[in-house]
C-alpha cells in the first residue's frame, strides 16, 4: 500500500543550488501532479501530467522542470533555487478517462518540506 | 478564471459542538466539480468529496455532511459531533475540468476542537 511516494521529505538549499524531489506512484495513474504550498495559503499547481511522456504548466512553473519518462515516476527538478521556492511541496496522482471525473480520487504524497538559505 | 473562497480562517470549538465551514466558489462555467480536502497536522492531503456542478444533492458519511447550493455558490462543508481528531486544516477546491488535480484551491479553514 505505497500509494503516492516523495523524497527527500526534508532538505535545505543554498540559494543556487539544484535538486530533484523524486515521486512516484504504484496505482497505475494516468495522472500526476505537483504542487506547492506556502503557509496559510491553499495548494497551487506547479506542474501535472495526463500520462508518460506528456506534462504541462499549471499556475506556477517557473524556475521549475519535470518530466515524465514512466507512468510512475513524475520528478519536479529546482535548476537554481531561491528562497521564494521554500515551501511545502506535494506530488499527487489520480485515474481519469477524460471523459469526465467519476470516482476521480486524488491521492498525495507526505510532502515534502524545502528551505532554500 | 475561478475562485474559492473560505472566509473562515480559523475556528475553534469543543467536542461534540456541531461545526460548519463556508465555502464559496466562482465561475463561468457550467460544469465544474467542487472539492473538500483535510490536511492534520501530520501535514498529509486526504480527499474527502467531489460533488458535480449537476447534482446538488446533499451528500451525508458518517459525521461529515455537505450542502451545495448553486444559487448561492455554496459548498459549505459540516462537522456533527466533532472530535479531537477533525482538529486539521480543511481545504475547498474547484475544477473546471475532467483534470481534478489541476484545481483552484481556497486558502483553507483551521479548525481546532478542545477536549
Known amino acids: 500500500n505505497a500509494g503516492v511516494t516523495q523524497t527527500p521529505k526534508f532538505r535545505i538549499l543554498k540559494i543556487g543550488q539544484s535538486m530533484t524531489l523524486q515521486c512516484t506512484q504504484d496505482?497505475?495513474?494516468?495522472?500526476m501532479y505537483w504542487y506547492r504550498q506556502d503557509p496559510g495559503m491553499g495548494l497551487k499547481l506547479i506542474y501535472y501530467s495526463v500520462g508518460a511522456g506528456i506534462t504541462d504548466k499549471g499556475e506556477v512553473p517557473n524556475g521549475y522542470n519535470v518530466s515524465r519518462s514512466t507512468t510512475e515516476d513524475f520528478p519536479l527538478r529546482l535548476e537554481l533555487a531561491a528562497p521564494s521556492q521554500t515551501s511545502v511541496y506535494f506530488c499527487?496522482?489520480?485515474?481519469?478517462?477524460?471523459?469526465?471525473?467519476?470516482?476521480?480520487?486524488?491521492?498525495f504524497g507526505e510532502g515534502s518540506w524545502l528551505t532554500v538559505v | 478564471a475561478q475562485k474559492v473562497t473560505q472566509a473562515q480562517t480559523e475556528i475553534s470549538v469543543v467536542e461534540k459542538e456541531d461545526v460548519t465551514l463556508d465555502c464559496v466558489y466562482e465561475t463561468r462555467d457550467t460544469t465544474y466539480y467542487l472539492f473538500w480536502y483535510k490536511q492534520p497536522p501530520s501535514g498529509e492531503l486526504v480527499f474527502l468529496i467531489r460533488r458535480n456542478s449537476f447534482d446538488e444533492q446533499n451528500e451525508i458519511s458518517g459525521r461529515y455532511s455537505w450542502n451545495f447550493q448553486k444559487s448561492t455558490s455554496s459548498f459549505n462543508f459540516t462537522i456533527t459531533a466533532s472530535q479531537v481528531v477533525d482538529s486539521a486544516v480543511y481545504f475547498c477546491a474547484l475544477s473546471v475540468n475532467t483534470n481534478a488535480g489541476k484545481s483552484t484551491f481556497g486558502d483553507g479553514t483551521t479548525l481546532t476542537v478542545k477536549p
Open positions: 499527487a496522482s489520480s485515474y481519469s478517462t477524460g471523459a469526465q471525473i467519476s470516482g476521480n480520487t486524488i491521492y
Open positions: 496505482m497505475n495513474h494516468n495522472y
